[in-house]
């Protein structure tokens, strides 16, 4: 886990994302990535044409951070402490989290894109910039780290961490069948930087007189780059000799990920006034050579979580980040794992299953009404989406819309602003406005919040 951890830390901390905001948006140039039968304009989209940062999940730092002054009993100096502080309830904090906590971090950069005009149709050729990390921890593994002792057994699954970061050149084409259908699809090339994933399964916890022995399925895959793996000293090599991975080191360049996705989509006017539509984009795979797999023992023991929490004394007290980073050492000796060699490893992509309607009014056909059903198919990283959408275009050149939406993270809210000229469109949008933040730029409750813009030459 050490490894994934380091490689997660080296780079881009994100996660792949589309601007659903901009679905039912005629303005919108960049709609066709989610579905490629939206593609129904030529443009020039170049540096800095669409950038989409953010992050989506279901905790945020109030969860784990308590503010002192609500502590009964406290005597510390300091305003506010961790989870571990044992004047924290820990009926009080395990209330707070979910079966399966979440966070997702992500960007979404196009690099340059063209549509034209050709063969009956419109066609596009892009290049895209795509990162994907996701982390999910189950409760378990909170209640043990909180509790321990008070029980003699636990148990948990489902934790993870994945990280993908890839390079995307994207062929693509939509046309009318008739007045009712239009369909359209793209071929990708994926040309991958770095890879990381992280799994802990059927993991169980049992106290013996000294330690807690631990019986687990833990895996880990990681290729960045060129890199090698650095081992722990060998005392701390497993049972049957493999040495303990420490972290990755001595980067070189390299592209170590290659591998091709679909994108299929179609819209169908049934009736005046009425938009259906559907498509699955990233049907497909990376393949990343050179990749480092280690696993755990199996079986082994763990001394348990240090006493970590603020303290009375100044003195004697580390600050909270320094807390937080002894937490994840104990994490990392928590789920050691050991050297297993080099191979190929494939990765599916997470795909993603989108269906909309969207109605205008007959009487003001300027302003319309949508619904759009996500669904992101990526194992224990799934999530889906139900959003509700109204926008408005009064005159050609400006389109607005807001949106609500009902997520696997909670509820959240959007909307987006659209100027376009003749042969200049600039736009702002958020599917999910910036929840409330810390001083350190932190979010409190959840972890939902995105800014997207960006500007495109129609042609």
């Excluded at 690099?111 to 063969?119: I, M, N, Q, T």
Aim: overall charge negative; glycine content about 10%.
């Amino acid at each position: 886990m050490a490894a994934a951890l380091t490689m997660a830390a080296a780079i881009l901390p994100t996660s792949a994302q589309e601007l659903r905001t901009s679905y039912f948006m005629e303005t919108s140039n960049y709609r066709h990535q989610m579905n490629p039968a939206l593609l129904d304009s030529p443009y020039v989209g170049l540096l800095f044409s669409n950038i989409n940062i953010g992050m989506t999940g279901n905790i945020g730092a109030k969860q784990f951070i308590f503010d002192t002054n609500g502590l009964p009993g406290y005597t510390g100096n300091y305003r506010y402490t961790t989870f571990m502080d044992p004047n924290v309830d820990a009926k009080t904090f395990l209330n707070k989290l979910h079966d399966k906590n979440r966070f997702d971090l992500y960007l979404n950069y196009n690099l340059f894109s063209v549509g034209f005009k050709a063969w009956g149709g419109v066609n596009l050729l892009e290049l895209n910039l795509r990162s994907n990390t996701n982390l999910t921890l189950p409760k378990g593994l909170f209640e043990f780290a909180k509790t321990a002792g008070e029980k003699e057994h636990y148990e948990f699954g489902g934790l993870g961490m994945r990280t993908q970061n890839y390079m995307e050149l994207a062929l693509g084409h939509s046309r009318d069948i008739n007045k009712q259908w239009r369909v359209g699809g793209k071929l990708k090339f994926l040309i991958g930087a770095a890879y990381a994933d992280f799994t802990a399964d059927n993991v169980t916890l049992d106290m013996t007189e000294d330690a807690w022995r631990i019986q687990s399925n833990a895996q880990m895959k990681a290729s960045l780059l060129k890199s090698d793996v650095i081992h722990e000293d060998p005392s701390k090599n497993s049972a049957d000799g493999r040495p303990r991975v420490k972290e990755l080191d001595n980067f070189g360049f390299s592209l170590p990920g290659f591998g091709m996705a679909l994108d299929l989509g179609v819209t169908y006017k049934p009736i005046e006034n009425l938009t259906l539509s559907a498509a699955i984009t990233d049907l497909g795979f990376i393949s990343w050579k050179n990749t480092h797999h280690a696993s755990s023992q199996g079986d082994y023991t763990f001394d348990g979580f240090n006493n970590i929490y603020i303290g009375s004394d100044k003195d004697q007290t580390e600050d909270i980040d320094d807390q937080f980073d002894q937490i994840g050492d104990d994490l990392e000796e928590m789920f050691s794992v050991y050297d297993d060699g080099t191979k190929t490893a494939t990765q599916a992509l997470a795909a993603t299953l989108n269906v909309g309607a969207e109605y205008k009014l007959p009487a003001y056909d300027k302003l319309k009404f949508g619904f759009l059903y996500t669904s992101r198919i990526h194992g224990k990283y799934s999530w889906h989406q139900g959003m509700l959408n109204v926008g408005v275009r009064p005159v050609k050149w400006f389109e607005c819309n807001v949106n609500g939406a009902v997520t696997s993270t909670g509820v959240t809210a959007g909307g987006m602003l659209s100027l376009k000229a003749p042969h200049f469109n600039f736009y702002i949008a958020a599917d999910r406005f910036v929840s409330k933040m810390g001083k350190q730029g932190v979010p409190l409750n959840s972890s939902n919040g995105n800014i997207t813009f960006g500007m495109t030459f129609p042609l």
